[in-house]
């Protein structure tokens, strides 16, 4: 993999120090590990490098269109700490709809979710905070053929919502999404989050839980179930408290799963282990070896 052209010195210093390592690992379930974000580039052997030291296992590096989804799925195959999921953005879909692309791009996802070290698709939605009237018909055309590609195939759907969480549950429901469906970088209320939970769905938390004005985001994580809750970084976006302004990378997971615990008053290693088995249980193991945790199960 070719770089951005910064020097290393540049790199690093665009990069928070690492926080204190974890006692018990975890798994980073959405990231962006590829170049063109507007961040310096670091290798992504780089990156898990980081995130090992510190007790991050492991990451679902995320497509958002087919190029990106390409990349993803063949990383994952050179890199046995990262997972893939491929999908086409729900801001995505009127563009290709328009340029009359949409369904030749649900065919390059649908074959790349083939792939063994493909475990979700996504990130896919709907996104009504750029899209207009005009382009929803293709983002919920897009959404749809993603749930169906995700149950064809076994996979995981990761979850894109934005002000648009009446239309992403009714169209779940509508077309039966998969038993193992997240909804990456949980963006609504405690109600949401029980709604989502009760479906059997997952609530995954990233850097913005942190933030000052977040309480809506603290209430959900305390309404789900700990066997309900993943972490993500969402990288290289929503740095947490107190490193805003910085990259995001999924070696500082531990300032948020740290925060999280803390807000829940639990055994940080405890909830560690849960939230590592949850990630398993959605995406399937990363390596060989099993892991388990068995915090706050639901009877």
């Known amino acids: ?14 990069y928070p120090a690492s926080p204190a390592p974890l006692a018990v690992g975890v798994y980073d379930n959405h990231t962006h590990l590829e170049p063109g974000h507007g961040v310096p580039w670091l290798e992504v052997h780089e990156h898990l490098e980081r995130a090992a030291s510190v007790g991050v296992l492991g990451a679902v590096q995320v497509g958002t269109d087919v190029a990106t989804s390409r990349w993803s799925a063949e990383v994952a195959e050179r890199e046995p700490r990262l997972l893939a999921a491929v999908a086409l953005h729900p801001n995505e879909a009127p563009e290709l709809e328009a340029s009359r692309t949409l369904d030749d791009s649900l065919a390059a996802i649908d074959d790349l979710a083939a792939r063994p070290r493909v475990r979700a698709i996504g990130e896919t939605g709907l996104d009504f905070y750029r899209t207009g009237e005009g382009g929803r018909g293709a983002q919920f055309r897009s959404f749809e053929a993603h749930i169906e590609i995700a149950k064809r195939h076994g996979l995981a759907l990761q979850i894109h919502d934005r002000d648009a969480h009446h239309e992403v549950l009714e169209t779940l429901r509508r077309v039966a999404a998969p038993e193992r469906t997240v909804f990456h970088c949980f963006s609504g209320d405690a109600q949401l989050a029980r709604t989502v939970t009760e479906a059997g769905w997952y609530v995954s938390f990233a850097g913005n839980v942190t933030f ?5 985001l603290r209430d959900a994580l305390r309404a789900a179930p700990t066997d309900r809750i993943l972490v993500e970084t969402d990288a290289p976006y929503l740095t947490p408290v107190p490193l805003r302004g910085r990259p995001n990378a999924p070696y500082l997971v531990p300032h948020t799963i740290r925060f999280m615990a803390e807000t829940l008053e639990a055994d940080l290693d405890e909830f ?5 088995s949850n990630t398993v249980a959605v995406y399937g193991p990363w390596h060989d070896e099993p892991v388990s945790g068995a915090m706050g199960r639901r009877g």
Do not use: D, L, R
């Not at 560690?272 to 590592?276: E, G, H, L, R, V």
């Open 1 to 14: 993999m070719t770089g951005s052209g910064a020097s290393a010195g540049s790199e690093a210093a665009a």
């Open 212 to 216: 000052k004005n977040a309480e809506n």
């Open 272 to 276: 560690c282990s849960q939230i590592a």
